[in-house]
């Protein structure tokens, strides 16, 4: 068994032996390269890393591994600054980075240019400086900073391409700006912004209109504007200030053409210093007292030809006595004092004179009494009821006292003093008359028609009320007699 042939001398190997000779039954003798029981396993020394032995000593590497043994990793686009670690990963060197490690690394960025090598920046035109931040100006800016190629940035009081010419805000009219806000003038000229001219020895009443010249204020004249101008002259003074003139002794006015007169000419004028011609009608040094012709009596003179009166007076010559009040039935006889006509009397004379007096009115007229209303009579002492006082008299206006029993405004009703009682009515004055049933001049005392006799009282009418140890109706009947012993009635 295991062998086959004709001589038997061929060993049978099943399965059979793929790259090998059958040497003893299923026993395989391998050909070099290969190994296994069929030898059909082939042999790579050394082995292969990441793929698979498909013949001795060839790999079929896995994707994205390369070589003899399948251990490099392949990156398609190289790794050009660094190292292929695995499939299509580069492991880049210090200083670059990307997928293929062509990007140079530069940590602070290249803001104004390119990272052309690790921490190497290429500036763009116009830059400079490790990160190509820096502006570049040519000329350089003097007073200001360069933020962007070719262009300054001036400082405060500064301008120009190169921030060199130096600002004045306001110009400098007649100078030049010679540092920030500070003008330097040209000869003859002053001020911050050099507009103002300079005269030398000033311009007094005047402003310096351009260098060494004065233009004058009004009123005033002369290189320096120092001379006032008086328009129309100072006849006897002289020119002070611009239309004013200094007058000399005795004499005033505008132009000085006035004399003066010291204590003045009230109501006149004055003519030569010292000297006044009086007004009509005045008199007097200073033409200050009036004259009045006929005098004033009474009063003196308070202007020409009138007369101002003293308390009391009046009348042009101030000889008329004064009563303010007048004296409407008399005359004044004196200043506040009237003298009254027969039958009257006051002050002024406006009060009549009743003798007798008016009681309850007033005095109208002499001798004559105008009564109050609800009065009468020459002297008004009478009271007034309009519609009488039948049964008694009039004792004030509108008021009538009743003679007694009777009463009412007109004392025409009768009147029962202490009243009417137990439905009497008063008749007549101060009577009664009764119901049935009672009497007495009040209607107040019971009638018992049968008398209650000593054993009781009346107590209403027909009613009798009986003693203590009386009864019956008529409380005639007591206790204790006949057949009653003990009284227990009621």
Known sequence: SGWTGATCATAICSPACVNGACNSPNVCTCNSGWSGSTCASAICSPACVNGACTSPNVCSCNSGWSGATCASPICSGGCGNGACTAPATCTCNSGWSGSTCGSPICSGGCGNGACTAPATCTCNSGWTGSTCASAICSPACVNGACNSPGVCTCSGGWSGSTCASPVCGSGCGNGYCSSPGVCTCNSGWSGSTCASPVCGTGCGNGYCSSPNTCTCNSGWSGSTCASPVC??????????????????????????????????????YCSSPGTCTCNSGWSGSTCGSPVCGSGCGNGYCSSPGTCTCNSGWSGSTCGTPVCNGGCGNGYCSSPGSCTCNSGWTGGTCSTPVCGSGCGNGYCSSPGTCTCNSGWSGSTCGSPVCGSGCGNGYCSSPGTCTCNSGWTGSTCSTVSCQYGCYNGGYCSGPNTCTCPTGWTDSVCSTPVCSISCGAGGECVAPNTCECYPQYFGVYCRQRCGRRRMINCEIP
């Not at 328009?231 to 004399?259: E, K, L, R």
């Open 231 to 268: 328009g129309s002259g100072c006849g006897n003074g002289y020119c002070s200030s611009p239309n004013t003139c200094t007058c000399y002794s005795g004499w005033s006015g505008s132009t000085c053409g006035s004399p003066v007169c010291g204590s003045g000419c009230g109501n006149g």
